[in-house]
């Protein structure tokens, strides 16, 4: 990196921070990326395999419906893998910068529950948690900790099949989060995006829908992506890095 360039991320930064510590309203989205930095595996490319399976094919309700115990296998063998990653440096300044805006949603497409173990409270998991099960029956749900247990497991209240309360493939998104979630994007006076390559709908339309009702939308990537153009700030680097700097306070 020349010395300009290193000069213009600086500028970029400290403008950037400006904007975000002086916002009454900021929205953060985030996505593979931020957890991608704790070790959790993206799914994408070479970790789309599990197995002989591809995991578009097994995250979905067809795979369930015709195989719970694997899809079951998959999904406690993902618990395991995440017990042993932690939030990292990215997670903990969106912590802070809740603590200092006074109101804030995260929305998180990721289901690792690492923003809520990082100590994030406002959070709006669009996709589920890996963490927790539910009762296709009657549609209990809880927090469900298990990475060793018999498999299919079974509701305790009434005996039916549960299953991972995640997204799957092919499914519609929980229209009260999804409401929630856009209400607070047409609130936003700072939209953060971090992590995510956009594309994937309704989260690739956030950045509109938040761009047209005022707000000011800052990216955060490794590599930009193909809504970089839309938005008025792109800060190119790792999420873990860029963030603490971000929502320091100290240059307001
Ligand atoms: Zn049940």
Known sequence: MTETQSNEIQQALKEARKIVSC??????????????????????????????YNVM??????????????????????????SSCFPN????????????????????????????KA???????????????????????FMDSRIDCEIPPLCEKCGGLLRPDVVWF????????????INALEHAEVLLIVGTSGVVEPAASFGAVARAAGAHVIEVNIERTPRSQMYQTVLLGRAGDI?????????V
């Open 23 to 52: 916002a009454r309203s900021v929205v953060v989205l985030t996505g593979a990326g931020i957890s991608a930095e704790s070790g959790v595996p993206t799914f994408r490319g070479k970790d789309g395999l599990w197995k002989s």
């Open 57 to 82: 094919e097994l995250a979905t309700p067809q795979a369930f419906k015709s195989n719970p115990k694997l899809v079951w296998e998959f999904y406690l063998w993902r618990r395991k893998l995440i």
């Open 243 to 251: 963030l603490p700097e971000l929502v320091k306070n100290s240059e």
């Open 119 to 141: 100590g994030s409270r406002n959070v709006l998991e669009i996709h589920g948690n890996l963490w927790r099960s539910r009762c296709i029956q009657c549609g209990d749900k």
């Open 170 to 181: 092919g499914e519609t998104l929980d229209t009260t989060i999804l409401n929630r979630s």
């Open 89 to 116: 440096r990215a997670h903990y300044a969106l912590v802070e910068l809740e603590k200092h805006t006074p109101e804030f949603t995260l929305i998180t497409q990721n289901v690792d529950g690492l923003h809520s």
